[in-house]
């Protein structure tokens, strides 16, 4: 017989006999040995086989001594590896002691670089800093770097980590971004802005010279938000042409990337650019690496990242890794597939490329009370359960700080996925993550008492509890968010985000009893139906919440995908008739519309109300919540949110938030305690004053003057036809919605004539906030005119038209108009535009009064307003602000056609 196998033998009988047993692991043992406490083992895989030769009749622990323990490969546990419920095995580091499992090689041979073509690549400011090591002299030949590149994620490869800190691939800026200054066409035409381009040979004007000193580089990687704040990807940097400042992206491959001008991107895996302390650059066609270290390297460790996915269960049931720290490897700390119980508690997870746990499948598995931060991408993603027969998986995260995570890729790698059916996470406190906090999908999920903070800091449109891809729909049903404390969430360069945000008609979730201080905007319903906004606290908040109709508009495609995943599940049929019954007669009660949703028993102090899409209104039941009234809290927040006694928010039946029980808890499960939380500065420029309010009075009156001549629509604006554009002949459009003045104004001049309404929009946007050239209000820039026939008075329905810089005109059913009223006012209306540069765009309208459905009557006012959707900080303009919807002409101005002069 084999050694090892004969020592398992021995080891089995000397143990079998008692119902409890302890291996025990040390650095200085040998797997040759016993694993006694005199004669340890020295690996956890050895452990591993001498715990699978058992005859379990009792628990199994296997202690393990404080130490380092680098692992040549991952550590795989299978079924044969499991324990039962009566004879559980527990991997745990000695009471007192850190137990350290290390993915990577500790990089030795430094020595200051000395090769003049080195040197010469080198920064100045580098020379006589920068160190190299062999990494191919140690032993170390998977060099891997970037790969796997796609949207929202990619893999590092190998890392450098120094004193157990992520070190930073050399790039350009530092810090911050460069910009995309013109994206071409394939012609090599500047575009305009905000248009997306897509060419096979992707190229665009970048004002800073310094990628055109990188020609003679390779392997070099742009790393940027091209599109869209929400959607990043890594691409290789093809060329640069020095004189023109063009770059060309992509590699062999030849594939297309869509592009926009302002959009932004930094460089990395770059020799020249390792000019400050912490950056590396590894040469691997030679296997060099070079590091300028923060400290003496005689004062820390240096490790690169060398095992992928250090610790991997399949099918394993019954197991307990408890104390351990596990770090600087390349994939995920634990991986987990099928099985059931297996639990990571009180662990300190970091420095891995990917996510600290991965499950997939299987039931009850849990992560407990660990602590995990600087992954490369999330922190625990639970996946388990079946849809089809809605069986809960029962898989847990609670207890645990993640924190400063997704270092590598920034959006979309939550702290907490949830995904399946019937799994949770509780107590847990979630800070410094650059995009969502807990993302969750599909059914039956449960989120609350986390406290969650600093989080959304790299993205606009996205939430810190978000509901994460795959697409959403009306299926995923049953989730509860409830007793959780977010606060200090502004979205990227503070210019807003939400605090928990169901998208794109997702439905049925309960969001209850949460406390929202200080963020952006609270709570987002994306056109979803049966959501319960009730008892949330918000103070001090951008705005506590939005409910929009995007399913009647245009997110209607939601309703094809969702449609056919209904009858894919048998949603008429058990066990979804049973547990949705609400789902019965869906299909046939207009499915898009966002029906079901209760705002009720909330109170909101210290920020705006909410509001409700014109289409909405009518589904939504808003009923008993305490608004624009002090709600008389014992304490200053945030020391406190207890009510006073004598607090009208008692009348409107508000139940106390336990919010002492709210986020982690002390517990022998806990990696460490007390634990420190660090608030981030926020990177907003510091607040502005108080923009002037418009002061109440009567609405304006405009006259509108008969044309002069002819008006073409062409997008031209052109002096002769439009009063030689004088400020004085038009309308100024300088309000927001509740009437604050704004920064960037638009202009406008109206005319007529005996068959139509002409209107000339000339708006002012941000350079360094791109335009959002598209099709959809709300988010794309566009123009807007809307009216009301005063012969009906309040009966007569609110005419919406809207146009886009695309040259895209809608006659829009927002407001309320019926279907055929919004047709004839689309009819015949011509309408043209016209991007003139990235700080000016202009828009033309002919309106036959025909469409209108009236005849202009001398000296009849009618309730009129102009808007402009734009982009940053002030997007809405207007001639009135309504203080509500931008068309809600009642609060707006008044116009009257004015007879010829003379």
């Given at each position: 017989?084999?050694?090892?196998?004969?020592?398992?033998?021995?080891?089995?009988?000397?143990?079998?006999?008692?119902?409890?047993?302890?291996?025990?692991?040390?650095?200085?043992?040998?797997?040759?040995?016993?694993g006694?406490?005199?004669?340890?083992?020295?690996?956890?895989e050895?452990?591993?086989?001498?715990?699978?030769?058992?005859?379990?009749?009792?628990?199994?622990?296997?202690?393990?001594?404080?130490?380092?323990?680098?692992l040549?490969?991952?550590?795989?546990?299978?079924?044969?590896?499991?324990?039962?419920?009566?004879?559980?095995?527990?991997?745990?580091?000695?009471?007192?002691?850190?137990?350290?499992?290390?993915g990577?090689?500790?990089?030795?041979?430094?020595?200051?670089?000395?090769?003049?073509?080195?040197l010469?690549?080198?920064?100045?400011?580098?020379?006589?800093?920068?160190?190299?090591?062999?990494?191919?002299?140690?032993?170390?030949?998977?060099?891997?770097?970037?790969n796997?590149?796609?949207?929202?994620?990619?893999?590092?490869?190998?890392?450098?980590?120094?004193?157990?800190?992520?070190m930073?691939?050399?790039?350009?800026?530092?810090?911050?971004?460069?910009?995309?200054?013109?994206?071409?066409?394939a012609?090599?035409?500047?575009?305009?802005?905000?248009?997306?381009?897509t060419?096979?040979?992707?190229?665009?004007?970048?004002?800073?010279?310094?990628?055109?000193?990188?020609?003679?580089?390779k392997?070099i990687?742009?790393?940027?938000?091209w599109?869209w704040?929400?959607?990043?990807?890594?691409?290789?940097?093809?060329?640069?042409?020095?004189?023109t400042?063009?770059?060309?992206?992509?590699?062999a491959?030849?594939?297309?990337?869509?592009?926009?001008?302002?959009?932004?991107?930094?460089?990395?895996?770059?020799?020249?650019?390792?000019?400050?302390?912490?950056?590396?650059?590894?040469?691997?066609?030679?296997?060099?690496?070079?590091?300028?270290?923060?400290?003496?390297?005689?004062?820390g460790?240096?490790?690169?990242?060398?095992?992928?996915?250090?610790?991997?269960?399949?099918?394993?049931?019954?197991?307990?890794?408890r104390g351990?720290?596990?770090?600087?490897?390349?994939?995920?700390?634990?991986?987990i597939?099928?099985?059931?119980n297996?639990?990571?508690?009180?662990?300190?997870?970091?420095?891995?490329?990917?996510?600290?746990?991965?499950?997939?499948?299987?039931?009850?598995?849990?992560?407990?009370?660990?602590?995990?931060?600087?992954?490369?991408?999330?922190?625990?993603?639970?996946?388990?359960?079946d849809?089809?027969?809605?069986?809960?998986?029962?898989?847990?995260?609670?207890?645990?700080?993640?924190?400063?995570?997704?270092?590598?890729?920034?959006?979309?790698?939550?702290?907490?996925?949830?995904?399946?059916?019937?799994?949770?996470?509780?107590?847990?406190?979630?800070?410094?993550?650059?995009?969502?906090?807990?993302?969750?999908?599909?059914?039956?999920?449960?989120?609350?008492?986390?406290?969650?903070?600093?989080?959304?800091?790299?993205?606009?449109?996205?939430?810190?509890?978000?509901?994460?891809?795959?697409?959403?729909?009306?299926?995923?049903?049953?989730?509860?968010?409830?007793?959780?404390?977010?606060?200090?969430?502004h979205?990227?360069?503070?210019?807003?985000?939400?605090g928990?945000?169901?998208?794109?008609?997702?439905?049925?979730?309960?969001?209850s009893?949460?406390?929202?201080?200080?963020?952006?905007?609270?709570?987002?319903?994306?056109?979803?139906?049966?959501?319960?906004?009730?008892n949330?606290?918000?103070?001090?908040?951008?705005?506590?919440?939005s409910?929009?109709?995007?399913?009647?508009?245009?997110?209607k495609?939601?309703?094809?995908?969702?449609?056919?995943?209904l009858?894919?599940?048998?949603?008429?049929?058990p066990?979804?008739?049973?547990?949705?019954?609400?789902?019965?007669?869906?299909?046939?009660?207009?499915?898009?519309?966002?029906?079901?949703?209760?705002?009720?028993?909330?109170?909101?102090?210290?920020?705006?109300?909410?509001?409700?899409?014109?289409?909405?209104?009518?589904?939504?039941?808003?009923?008993?919540?305490?608004?624009?009234?002090?709600?008389?809290?014992?304490?200053?927040?945030?020391?406190?949110f207890?009510l006073?006694?004598?607090?009208?928010?008692?009348?409107?039946?508000?139940?106390?938030?336990?919010?002492?029980?709210?986020?982690?808890?002390?517990?022998?499960?806990?990696?460490?305690w007390?634990?420190?939380?660090?608030?981030?500065?926020?990177?907003?420029?510091p607040?502005?004053?108080?923009?002037?309010?418009?002061?109440?009075?009567?609405?304006?009156?405009?006259?509108?003057?008969r044309?002069?001549?002819?008006?073409?629509?062409?997008?031209?604006?052109?002096?002769?036809?439009?009063?030689?554009?004088?400020?004085?002949?038009?309308?100024?459009l300088?309000?927001g919605?509740?009437?604050?003045?704004?920064?960037?104004?638009?202009?406008?001049?109206?005319?007529?004539?005996?068959e139509?309404?002409?209107?000339?929009?000339?708006?002012?946007v941000?350079?360094?906030?791109?335009?959002a050239?598209?099709?959809?209000?709300?988010?794309s820039?566009?123009?807007?005119?809307?009216?009301?026939?005063?012969?009906?008075?309040?009966?007569?329905?609110?005419?919406?038209?809207?146009?886009?810089?695309?040259?895209?005109?809608?006659?829009?059913?927002?407001?309320?108009?019926?279907?055929?009223?919004?047709?004839?006012?689309?009819?015949?209306?011509?309408?043209?535009?016209?991007?003139?540069?990235?700080?000016?765009?202009?828009?033309?309208?002919?309106?036959?009064?025909?469409?209108?459905?009236?005849?202009p009557?001398?000296?009849?006012?009618?309730?009129?307003?102009l808007?402009v959707?734009?982009?940053?900080?002030?997007?809405?303009?207007?001639?009135?602000?309504?203080?509500?919807?931008?068309w809600?002409?009642?609060?707006?101005g008044?116009?009257?056609?004015?007879?010829?002069?003379?």
């Open positions: 017989m084999y050694p090892a196998l004969l020592l398992c033998l021995f080891v089995a009988c000397a143990l079998s006999a008692a119902s409890a047993a302890t291996i025990y692991v040390a650095p200085n043992g040998r797997d040759t040995n016993p006694t406490a005199a004669r340890p083992l020295a690996t956890l050895g452990a591993r086989d001498v715990v699978r030769s058992l005859q379990k009749t009792g628990p199994v622990t296997v202690e393990i001594a404080g130490g380092v323990y680098e040549k490969q991952p550590l795989e546990f299978g079924a044969a590896d499991s324990g039962t419920e009566q004879a559980p095995i527990e991997y745990r580091a000695r009471e007192g002691q850190e137990v350290r499992l290390v990577g090689r500790t990089v030795t041979g430094w020595r200051l670089v000395s090769d003049p073509a080195v010469r690549r080198l920064s100045p400011l580098a020379r006589g800093k920068v160190f190299q090591a062999d990494l191919k002299a140690l032993g170390i030949t998977d060099l891997q770097g970037i796997s590149a796609q949207t929202y994620q990619s893999d590092p490869g190998l890392e450098l980590f120094f004193r157990d800190q992520p930073t691939l050399a790039r350009y800026p530092n810090t911050g971004y460069m910009r995309i200054a013109a994206a071409l066409d012609e090599g035409k500047p575009q305009p802005a905000g248009s997306i381009v060419t096979p040979n992707t190229r665009f004007v970048c004002e800073d010279p310094r990628p055109a000193t990188w020609a003679s580089e392997d990687w742009l790393h940027g938000f599109v704040d929400w959607a990043d990807l890594r691409v290789p940097l093809l060329s640069v042409d020095a004189e400042r063009t770059i060309s992206l992509g590699d491959t030849s594939r297309s990337y869509g592009i926009r001008t302002g959009q932004w991107f930094y460089a990395e895996n770059v020799l020249p650019e390792l000019d400050s302390p912490g950056e590396w650059y590894l040469d691997r066609d030679t296997g060099i690496l070079y590091f300028w270290p923060p400290a003496p390297l005689s004062r460790k240096a490790v690169v990242s060398v095992v992928r996915d250090l610790i991997r269960l399949t099918d394993v049931s019954h197991v307990t890794f351990l720290t596990v770090e600087a490897g390349r994939g995920q700390g634990f991986i597939r099928g099985g059931s297996v639990r990571v508690v009180g662990c300190t997870i970091r420095n891995m490329g990917n996510w600290a746990v991965k499950v997939y499948g299987g039931t009850q598995h849990g992560v407990v009370g660990c602590d995990i931060t600087q992954t490369g991408q999330g922190g625990i993603h639970l996946e388990g359960g849809r089809k027969t809605l069986t809960p998986a029962g898989h847990y995260a609670d207890n645990n700080h993640i924190h400063h995570t997704s270092r590598w890729d920034p959006v979309y790698q939550q702290g907490i996925a949830l995904y399946g059916v019937g799994n949770r996470a509780t107590h847990n406190l979630i800070d410094n993550v650059p995009h969502i906090a807990i993302g969750f999908s599909h059914n039956d999920m449960t989120i609350e008492y986390n406290e969650i903070h600093s989080s959304v800091f790299q993205s606009n449109d996205a939430g810190a509890i978000y509901t994460s891809p795959p697409d959403e729909t009306w299926s995923m049903r049953g989730h509860k968010i409830r007793y959780n404390y977010l606060h200090n969430i979205g990227f360069e503070g210019r807003g985000c939400m928990v945000y169901l998208d794109d008609c997702f439905s049925s979730a309960d969001i009893s949460n406390i929202f201080y200080d963020v952006a905007t609270a709570i987002l319903i994306g056109g979803g139906r049966d959501n319960l906004i009730t949330n606290l918000f103070l001090n908040c951008g705005r506590a919440f409910i929009d109709a995007r399913g009647l508009g245009w997110a495609g939601v309703g094809v995908f969702a449609t056919q995943e009858h894919d599940l048998n949603y008429t049929k066990p979804w008739s049973v547990k949705y019954p609400e789902l019965l007669g869906i299909l046939e009660d207009d499915p898009l519309a966002p029906k079901g949703n209760v705002v009720a028993r909330n109170i909101c102090w210290g920020g705006p109300w909410g509001w409700i899409e014109g289409l909405a209104q009518p589904l939504v039941k808003v009923e008993d919540n305490l608004t624009d009234e002090d709600p008389r809290l014992t304490v200053q927040p945030p020391a406190g207890r006073a006694p004598d607090s009208p928010a008692h009348k409107i039946g508000f139940r106390p938030i336990p919010f002492r029980r709210i986020g982690l808890y002390e517990s022998p499960d806990r990696a460490s007390p634990v420190v939380s660090t608030l981030r500065k926020d990177p907003r420029p607040a502005p004053k108080p923009k002037p309010v418009r002061k109440a009075g009567p609405p304006p009156v405009f006259d509108i003057p044309r002069l001549g002819a008006i073409s629509i062409d997008g031209q604006l052109e002096a002769a036809e439009w009063f030689g554009l004088q400020p004085s002949k038009g309308l100024l300088q309000e919605v509740q009437g604050e003045k704004v920064r960037l104004l638009s202009r406008a001049w109206l005319a007529w004539d005996d139509a309404l002409y209107v000339a929009f000339d708006n002012q941000s350079p360094d906030t791109p335009m050239i598209g099709d959809a209000w709300g988010s820039d566009a123009v807007e005119v809307a009216i009301r026939d005063a012969a009906w008075g309040e009966q007569a329905p609110i005419l919406v038209l809207r146009g886009f810089p695309t040259g895209t005109f809608v006659s829009s059913d927002e407001a309320g108009a019926p279907p055929e009223v919004v047709k004839r006012a689309g009819e015949g209306v011509q309408y043209a535009a016209r991007v003139v540069d990235s700080s000016r765009w202009v828009a033309e309208l002919r309106v036959p009064f025909s469409a209108l459905g009236f005849t009557r001398p000296g009849v006012r009618y309730p009129f307003n808007s959707r734009k982009q940053g900080a002030d997007p809405w303009v207007e001639w009135r602000g309504t203080g509500a919807q931008t809600y002409v009642p609060g707006a008044l116009v009257r056609f004015a007879p010829p002069a003379g």
